[in-house]
Structures are given as C-alpha cells and as structure tokens.
C-alpha cells in the first residue's frame, strides 16, 4: 500500500515539476520582451516568476525524496522501511528550510540561508554522481538503470546551476533598468540572457525525459 501510494505521488510530481518550469520560462520571456511595459508591471511579473520557482525547488525535493524512499521499499538500497521512512523525513526537512529560504530572502539572514541553500545543492550533486557512479561500477546495491537515472538527477541539478550563472548578467541588466531606466541595448542584453538561460533550460528538460524513460522501461544496461 506504501509503495502505491508514494508511486503515484511521484509520477503526480513529475507533471507539478514541468508544470511549474513552463509557467516560469513563458512568463519570464514575455517579461524579457515586454519593453513596453513600465518597470514596475514587468517587476510584478518577475515577483510571480521567483514564486513560482519555487514550485519546482519543491518538485526537486519531492522526486529525491519519494524516489529513495521508494528504492529503499523496492529493495535496490538497504534498510527498506526504515530507510523509506528516513528518507521521507528528511524530505520533509529539507522542503521546510526551502521554505524559509524562500520567506527570508528579504530578511538580513536571507544571504546567509541563500548561501547555504546553493552549497547544499553542491553537495548533493557530489553525492548523487559518486553514489550513481558506484553503482554503474556494480559497487553498490543499485542496478545499473536507476545508477544511470541519479546521474540524470545530478545533470538537473547541473543544469539549474547553469541557469543561474546565466542569469547572473540578465539581474544585472534588470537592476540598472530600475535604477536609471531601459534602453535598446538593455533590452537586447535581456533578451539574450534569456535566450542563453532557455538553451539550458531545455538540456535540463532533456535529463528528465532521460529520468522518465529510465523509470519507465528500466533497461538492463550492458545485460
């Protein structure tokens, strides 16, 4: 019963995540190619956009969650409902600090939460590549498909990195459009951080179709 029920919120999440990242990339281009609208409707748009970002660090934390408990239930890592059970814990956990990441980002500590966010990030993308890595070499209890899907999840993140050192120039921009008004060499530099960061975005999108595909068929890799 705890396998069914944590099977389908895990494929209801997959459908929140995508969900989530189109609603940001629609509206976050038409902010990018909206000049005509004055700073503070297009700033109102960019305060939805960060909202609903974080729908999909929520999503992201869901998948990791929910899929090690379910690998744990399924026998492919040890422990089985214990393991579960602490993985969901610690999902829970995690999805609380996101929050708090998210409400004090205005706040003085809002720097120091955002810091640590982003080297946690780090972290698990180490730890997600070591231990999907142990597992294609057949050094753990991981079969070689859900190895390859954590090496795909260590891609997403990878991909979110990117896009966020490709949006460094575009804050940039937005912030001196604030400050001293738009011009057309602002807005083409919006535009082009724009594009930069989608040409990520859609690697991004090609590691979760790789995780779907992997999920689904469960190949026998190099059987």
């Not at 050094?139 to 966020?164: D, E, H």
């Not at 040409?199 to 090609?206: C, E, K, N, P």
Request: charged share 15%.
């Amino acid at each position: 019963m705890m396998i069914s029920i944590l099977l389908v919120v895990h494929i209801a999440v997959l459908g929140y995540w995508l969900g989530s990242e189109f609603v940001i990339n629609s509206t976050f281009r038409y902010v990018s190619w909206a000049s005509s609208l004055d700073y503070r409707e297009r700033s109102r748009l960019m305060d939805h956009v960060m909202n609903v970002d974080q729908h999909v660090r929520y999503a992201l934390v869901l998948q990791l969650g929910l899929g090690f408990a379910l690998a744990a239930l399924y026998g492919f890592v040890p422990g089985h409902t214990a393991t579960a059970w602490t993985a969901l814990a610690l999902m829970v956990a995690w999805l609380a600090f996101v929050e708090v990441v998210h409400r004090k980002r205005s706040a003085p500590i809002g720097d120091t939460l955002a810091s640590i966010d982003r080297r946690s990030r780090y972290v698990l993308l180490l730890a997600l590549i070591i231990y999907g890595g142990m597992g294609l070499a057949s050094m753990n209890t991981l079969p070689a498909w859900l190895s390859l899907k954590l090496l795909c999840f260590a891609g997403v993140i990878s991909c979110g990195v990117g896009i966020r050192f490709a949006l460094i120039h575009w804050f940039r921009v937005w912030l001196d459009i604030r400050d001293n008004g738009s011009n057309a060499s602002n807005e083409q530099a919006l535009r082009s951080a724009y594009t930069r960061a989608t040409a990520v975005l859609i690697g991004l999108w090609v590691f979760i179709a790789a995780i779907v595909y992997l999920s689904v068929w469960k190949p026998a890799l190099g059987a």
